[in-house]
């Protein structure tokens, strides 16, 4: 049965298009249908086949697949989460944790356009931004929520549900889903979890505070993070899967909780999480 596959290439990763040709080629032999839609670059040379937005391609895509690194998938997350469309991730760049394949085994794209793989949801996160009583910012996080000083510490408490669960002064405090528990809150100490399970991690940075260790709280609550000692010489940002900075004032309540939208990833069976883990992580057994 022929299916609608949409290729998301990474400009900066595959900047000639060949990686993408090679894999539309492949998949219209099978005989599906690619469309190709570029993401993650400003400006390009015109590739030798027609492109589309992506906002156009999706609501009829079986299946997406991207061409490029992590960073890849977390910009586009935000679009494909409001349609049940499963992603495949193809890594051309350096980690690529949440991509399925590498250039080697992208043959397998032909078992993915064909619908043999399993599906799997990812959590994701909604954040908001409250100030003076308005909500001035929205967003949704596949990997994670950070908040954190510029050049100097900030002090921030954290809640869950309204109670307080860790007050500090560090470089900050990431709020993730297991999908981002192998990102920034690995590096800062946190747990690795299971991609596929649920759970809200919250992960100090280089806290001033013995005690200051990661919770992973149930998925069902909303944390809470208020910055204090905010002035213009003490900045305090917000980092939403690395997709630029908003500036937090004191009094602000940063609200995160479990989102409605989940972001459906094709597993191929290639290797397990663990595996994964090892391999990326560069512990060899």
Known sequence: MSRLVVLCPNVQRDADFSVTAAVKAML???????AVCPVCGERWDPPPFETMALEDALPRA???????GD???????PQLMRHSVPLVGVNLGHTGFLTELDRDNVG???QAAAGEFEPVPRMMLDVAVWRDGQKVFTDTALNDAVISGIVQNVRLTALGDGKRILAFSGDGIIVSTPTGSTAYSMAAGGPLVEPDAEGIILTPICAHMLAARSFVLKPERTVSVVP???SEG????LSVDGRGLTDLYDGDEVAVTKSR???LVAHLG???????AFEKLGEKA
């Open 28 to 34: 219209e032999e099978e005989g599906h249908e690619a």
């Open 62 to 68: 079986d299946l997406l697949v991207t061409l490029g």
């Open 71 to 77: 960073g890849t998938i977390l910009r586009i997350a």
């Open 108 to 110: 397998l794209l032909r």
């Open 228 to 230: 204090e000692g905010v």
């Open 234 to 237: 003490r900045r305090c940002v």
């Open 261 to 263: 939208y989940r972001l």
């Open 270 to 276: 290639t290797k397990s999480f663990y595996e994964t």
